[in-house]
């Protein structure tokens, strides 16, 4: 998507660690314009899919899961993070390990809101490890739902998050990040 890739070029900053910042517009000021182009171009790439959810994980996917979900017109769920060690039968629950804080959480989603019947389309801002989507896409297949993909805004492309959720559903990526260099802050994209 090359408005998407135009901006990060503008306003992406290649931080050590291989983190990409986009406070500027995505993570913590946040361009809803912007988003609202990100959410018509997923729909098109699910064109047909019958999505009646979107599923994403507090909090950084929240904001563009409910742009998108109103240009789907479905209704978006958002799984919590939470330490808590009691956690009551009345949901569906996953570990995963965070790429930016490098703990790990318990996720989860109240059975109220998943389950057989719904045809899920998951949303997050970056794809790295994988381990985020993962663990929705496991809190997905527990509910007895169905998976139907995954869309992201910015992959890392040289992480093995996408190649691995490749194999496993349909997803598409609006940025594919091949290489970024901290000390010039360069960024090149997969075309
Ligand atoms: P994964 O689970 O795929 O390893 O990492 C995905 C999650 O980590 C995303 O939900 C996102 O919040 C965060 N994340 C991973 N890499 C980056 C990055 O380079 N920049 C930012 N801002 N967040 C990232």
């Keep these: 998507m090359e408005l998407l890739k135009e901006r990060i070029r503008k306003d992406g900053v290649v931080k050590e660690g291989n983190v990409l910042k986009v406070d500027r517009f995505l993570n913590h000021q946040m361009d809803v314009k912007l988003f609202r182009e990100i959410g018509k171009e997923l729909k098109k790439r699910f064109e047909g899919e019958n999505i009646n959810k979107i599923l994403t994980i507090e909090a950084s996917g929240i904001g563009i899961a409910c742009i998108a979900a109103e240009i789907f017109d479905v209704p978006v769920v958002f ?3 939470t330490q808590t060690k009691n956690i009551a039968g009345d949901v569906y629950t996953t570990k995963v390990e965070s790429y930016t804080h490098g703990r790990v959480y318990d ?4 059975k109220e809101f998943l389950g057989e019947g719904d045809r899920v ?7 790295a490890n994988g381990k985020a989507l993962e663990g929705l896409a496991k809190l997905v297949k527990d509910s007895g739902a169905e998976l139907v993909g995954a869309g992201v805004v910015i992959e890392k ?8 959720l490749r194999k496993q559903t349909h997803l598409e990526s609006l ?3 091949d290489s970024m260099d901290e000390k010039t ?3 090149t994209f997969r075309e």
């Design 79 to 81: 799984a919590k993070k």
């Design 107 to 110: 996720i989860i989603v109240s």
């Design 175 to 177: 940025a594919i990040v």
């Design 157 to 164: 492309g040289f992480q093995p998050g996408g190649d691995f």
């Design 185 to 187: 802050g360069e960024i």
């Design 121 to 127: 389309l998951l949303i997050d801002d970056f794809l």
